[in-house]
């Protein structure tokens, strides 16, 4: 038995001899080298850069508010298309109460002002139709009644607009209307009503109520190997993908 056991691990040693030699020198030996032939053409061998990135507009417009206050109304979203001058946004005015003082306070001497200067205008017209007081005096009383009358209205004006915002005069060319100045795509609209917004100043760079852009004139921008940079000029077509 022990002969058989012993005749068996020689048998085995040696196929295992053999196959590691066979092996080897199947390995050793070259490869044989296919080629393919083809039928030489004409043509152009084009040479290209790879660059991720993006298409992005040209420009981007950020519209900021003119005054200090509160968001009232969005009428416009990302995705809208604005025309210059159309309305995103109005703001409600939070008005300074120092400021509403003051001008509050001018309405009324502009009002005690208007009812002296009246009385003594309509007196000079007495006179006047009397012919008690020359041309030029009846001239000068009415101009004084006419600039009483003009710093009222003015006074007036000025509460208004330190209050809301806005007067008779000038509500169409309002500040609480936050419109477009250019005409494209809105991107974003990064306000909600309520939220606080104040104007751009020199300490302050002011919110952002929109993002418009025009969407006719974009441009690519992406990362390129600078080993590829001196292949690249401008015109060059580009392929997106």
Excluded at 131 to 143: C, K, P, T, Y
């Amino acid at each position: 038995m022990k002969k058989l056991l012993r005749i068996l691990m020689f048998i085995v040693i040696g196929a295992v001899f053999i196959g590691t030699f066979v092996w080897l020198w199947n390995k050793s030996q070259p490869k044989q080298t296919f080629y393919e032939i083809v039928e030489v053409e004409e043509g152009t061998i084009e040479n290209t850069s790879v660059a991720t990135g993006e298409v992005a507009p040209r420009d981007e417009v950020l519209i900021k508010p003119q005054i200090p206050g509160i968001i009232s109304s969005v009428l416009k979203e990302a995705g809208d298309f604005v025309k210059e001058g159309d309305i995103i946004a109005t703001v409600k005015v939070v008005p300074e109460m120092i400021d509403l003082n003051s001008s509050e306070s001018r309405v009324n001497v502009a009002k005690i002002n208007l009812k002296r200067i009246e009385s003594e205008y309509e007196r000079q017209k007495m006179l006047f139709d009397k012919g008690v007081i020359a041309r030029e005096e009846m001239d000068q009383s009415e101009a004084d009644y006419k600039r009483a009358l003009e710093e009222l209205e003015n006074a007036e004006d000025n509460y208004d607009i330190i209050r809301t915002g806005m007067s008779s005069k000038t509500a169409q060319y309002s500040n609480t209307q936050i419109r477009s100045t250019i005409t494209g795509m809105i991107l974003d609209v990064p306000v909600k009503v309520g939220n606080s917004v104040i104007q751009s100043n020199t300490f302050n760079e002011g919110t952002t109520i929109a993002i418009v852009a025009d969407m006719n004139d974009l441009i690519f921008v992406g990362d390129l190997d600078e080993t590829e940079v001196g292949r690249v000029h401008t015109g060059m077509p580009i392929k997106l993908s």
